[in-house]
């Protein structure tokens, strides 16, 4: 591993056709030669209200107020995403992944951080690589690896995040955004 990829985004290259991972956009919390750790941001999981299982935090959460399923992994652990004000101080509990951009603790009353953060979205699971696995999926054209922009983790359209993210890269990658749900069909 040259480089970390903490806070940067996976993309799933059309080849990627696990149903875990096809047309996902994956924000990587942690990366090290430990292995890596991620979410997947573009899933929400329209059947499952955040009002439901964390009512303290459903009036706060960037719509829509569902859960996002984060992963395979761990599947009934709930992962807090935040971005904080500019210019406030870090909170207790805060673990950050890069600038502005954190995980809080979902545990602690929301009133504790409200007036820190200004956006907030919950996950369900995660994704997990161990050592070298992340690295053997981009080098076998599973991802491609792109920074990830401020509004990306709490767009209002998340289904149209992987075309969106796909869009706005420079040279032949954007063209992978017009890439057909089902090449068979084209």
Known sequence: MDQSLTGRLL????SLVDPNFARSVVLI???????AFGIVINRPREDVLVADH???????VAGPAV????????PAAAIGLARSIEGTSLLDGW???????GVINLESPPGD??????????????AGWSPGQL???????????????????FCTMPEDLWRE??????????????????????
């Open 67 to 74: 859960f996002f399923s984060g992963g395979p992994v761990e």
């Open 95 to 101: 673990n950050e992944i890069s600038d502005r951009l």
């Open 165 to 186: 993210v796909l869009r706005r890269q420079p040279g032949r990658l954007a063209m992978f955004a017009y890439f057909p749900d089902s090449p068979r069909s084209n």
């Open 29 to 35: 919390l942690a990366h090290s030669s430990e292995g």
């Open 113 to 126: 951080v409200l007036d820190r953060v200004e956006h907030i979205r919950i996950f369900t699971g995660y």
């Open 135 to 153: 690295e053997q999926e981009i080098e076998g054209e599973a991802w491609f690896t792109v920074a990830a922009e401020p509004g990306d983790p």
């Open 54 to 60: 964390l009512a303290q935090w459903s009036e706060h």
């Open 11 to 14: 993309v799933a290259t059309p």
